[in-house]
């Protein structure tokens, strides 16, 4: 595409409003209202779902599995409307791919909350389920696959991390009939920084001192990740 001073405009006005759309941690919100804390305080001190589920209960985690989830997929329905209304021509898979990453950016960074967030998987998602419905599920399969048969919920995260390029390195070959590498490096981009956000639960993996999630109702404040 032709980059102009219009389509650079638009671009930044959607990375930025990604950005602070990511930085609404949800986990945060989700925990004050149901424990009147800070879910940073509890079990691993993630702002994620796995935290929330293990020290907040089911109820609370769903929600914030809806919230960051949602903050993908608005992330780049966003900038999609903004390409819409001013016009920008051209092919503007980079434009959700790169507002993708900035709301990615927020939930790990986020700047309402000192910069202290989640880990990015479920943003990633639902970015994942505008940009390539088919990757998610491929990623989701994989999560799923290795999440259940080892009770590891990061161990699923992080294949599914690695998924996601592989994903689309097959499917951008299967629709063009080439593979179309702004596609496979971006996502690469996307999957490696969520990837780097659970190395220390690969360092817990390696060492096997990493916990598993009961799929039974157990008491939740002797989860610890």
């Known amino acids: 595409m032709e980059w102009t001073i219009t389509s650079t ?15 609404i941690n949800f986990a945060i919100i989700v925990t004050r209202l149901f424990k009147k804390g800070d879910i940073r ?23 914030t599995l ?14 999609r409307l903004l390409v819409l209304l001013f016009h920008v021509p051209g092919d503007i898979v980079i434009f959700d791919y790169l507002v993708a990453f900035a709301a990615l950016l927020g939930h790990l960074f986020p700047v309402f ?10 943003v990633s998602a639902g970015a994942m389920l ?35 390029p592989l994903a689309n390195l097959f499917l951008t070959w299967l629709q063009y009939g080439s593979v179309h590498w702004t596609e496979v ?29 009961s799929f039974k109702k157990k008491s939740a404040e002797k989860a610890k990740q």
Do not use: Q
């Open 9 to 23: 405009l638009v671009l930044a006005a959607g990375m930025v409003a990604a950005y602070l759309l990511g930085s």
């Open 41 to 63: 305080d509890y079990g691993s001190g993630n702002a994620g779902m796995t935290n929330v589920l293990r020290t907040v209960g089911k109820t609370a985690a769903l929600l």
């Open 66 to 79: 809806l919230g960051d989830f949602s903050k993908g997929i608005l992330s780049v329905l966003f900038v």
């Open 113 to 122: 909350y000192g910069f202290k967030g989640g880990k990015g998987i479920l």
């Open 130 to 164: 505008i940009l390539s419905p088919w990757a998610l599920l491929c990623c989701f399969v994989a999560f799923m696959l290795f999440a259940v048969t080892t009770r590891y919920i990061s161990l699923g995260s992080i294949v599914a991390g690695v998924m996601y």
């Open 185 to 213: 490096i971006l996502s690469a981009l996307i999957g490696a920084l969520a990837i780097f956000m659970h190395r220390a639960n690969i360092k817990r993996l390696l060492s096997g001192t990493e916990s598993k999630v």
